[in-house]
């Protein structure tokens, strides 16, 4: 069973950091691409951003592009999310995510991530 657990929420005055970090569990990591979503209050799920699990490509949202930076760590079943220059509209729930074998395209898509942890909130203040 594979699960998923954020943790480094919380709330940052605007132009501030926050590192997210998500610890996987079960035998699979290095098979899965990683991604982080949000959603913020009243909105749809968005992509943040995503790391493949086959030559650790790097992909992101143009809003985050330039300020927030994944990664992963296989020998600790980890990806993280740092976050840089924050903005009030980087407020939602952030979510860590996971699907065997995709890349391309698929990357960016909720609906290819089989696996969810449970969120974790991001607030900024302006």
């Known amino acids: 069973q594979v699960q998923l657990v954020e943790s480094g929420g919380g709330l940052v005055q605007a132009g501030g950091s926050l590192r997210l970090s998500c610890a996987v569990s079960?035998?699979?990591?290095?098979?899965?691409?990683m991604g982080w979503f949000r959603q913020a209050p009243g909105k749809e799920r968005e992509f943040v951003a995503a790391?493949?699990?086959?030559?650790?490509?790097?992909y992101y949202a143009d809003s985050a592009k330039g300020r927030f930076t994944i990664s992963r760590d296989n020998a600790k079943n980890s990806v993280y999310l740092q976050m840089n220059t924050l903005k009030p509209e980087d407020t939602a729930t952030y979510y860590c995510?996971?699907?065997?074998?995709?890349?391309?395209?698929?990357?960016?898509?909720?609906?290819?991530?089989?696996?969810w942890g449970q969120g974790t909130q991001v607030t900024v203040s302006s």
């Open positions: 995510s996971g699907a065997r074998l995709i890349q391309g395209v698929a990357i960016r898509n909720s609906p290819s991530y089989a696996y």
């Open positions: 079960g035998r699979i990591f290095s098979s899965l691409s």
């Open positions: 790391v493949s699990w086959i030559s650790a490509d790097t």
